[in-house]
């Protein structure tokens, strides 16, 4: 079955600092992700994707990393803001490509 | 409309009683996904339609569950004899494409079965 793994489930970091958050995933046949960022009593929302032909994206602020070879996925944000504090997910689409598989999350603590 | 709308937002239901959750995807969307989010853990896939192919129902617990999608567009999930281990966030998503841009969420209902 699909697993989508997180290493820390928890993450506080001091305003300016940067983050990163890290995605471990099981299936080699995925081969497109996306980061995903909820806040409280909202519905999970696309921050970035990467198809597995890169190994890094950037956006605003926001970096992900892709390595393969261990099947690790990272997300990095720069300067992070009291307004980054949110539950992270990371998401593969698995070997179907139909559907996402999603992790448990890490919880983001921008301290002030 | 502008993004993907659930109703209700919250419902509390006594247990065996039966639940509807409506999802309105985004106008276009022919991808729709239904997911559930228990307290402090990540998602677990449900249903998925697309377009007027058959939905992939693999993801549904037990047979108390069941989705349609009527015309393409609305969808009604539907909790038949509801238990305690039912209480989740619903969440509803839409896309326009299954394998780039990811899914618009709607925000969930928040079903609590007492």
């Known amino acids: 079955g699909e697993s989508v793994g997180l290493h820390l489930p928890t993450l506080s970091v001091q305003e300016g600092d940067n983050s990163i958050i890290n995605c471990a995933y099981s299936n080699s046949a995925s081969d497109y992700f996306i980061w995903y960022k909820q806040e409280s009593g909202k519905g999970p929302q696309f921050i970035i994707d990467?198809?597995?032909?890169?190994d890094k994206r950037q956006g605003q602020r926001v970096t992900v990393l892709l390595n393969k070879t261990v099947k690790h996925l990272s997300l990095q944000i720069a300067a992070t803001q009291p307004g980054d504090s949110a539950v992270y997910f990371c998401a593969e689409n698995g070997y179907t490509g139909n559907q996402f598989y999603f992790g448990t999350g890490t919880s983001l603590t921008v301290i002030p | 409309g502008a993004g993907v709308s659930q109703s209700p937002s919250n419902k509390v239901t006594e247990k065996g009683k039966d639940v509807e959750l409506r999802c309105d995807p985004i106008s276009g969307h022919t991808a729709l996904y239904w997911y559930r989010q228990s307290l402090g853990q990540g998602l677990e896939f449900l249903i998925y339609?697309?377009?007027?192919?058959?939905?992939?129902k693999s993801g549904l617990p037990s047979d108390r569950f069941s989705a349609e999608r009527t015309g393409g567009s609305v969808s009604t999930l539907t909790i038949q004899r509801t238990q305690q281990e039912d209480s989740a966030v619903y969440l509803c998503a839409s896309s326009l494409h299954t394998n780039r841009g990811g899914y618009t969420f709607g925000s969930g209902t928040r079903l609590t079965v007492v």
């Open positions: 339609f697309q377009g007027n192919s058959a939905p992939d």
């Open positions: 990467i198809r597995s032909n890169m």
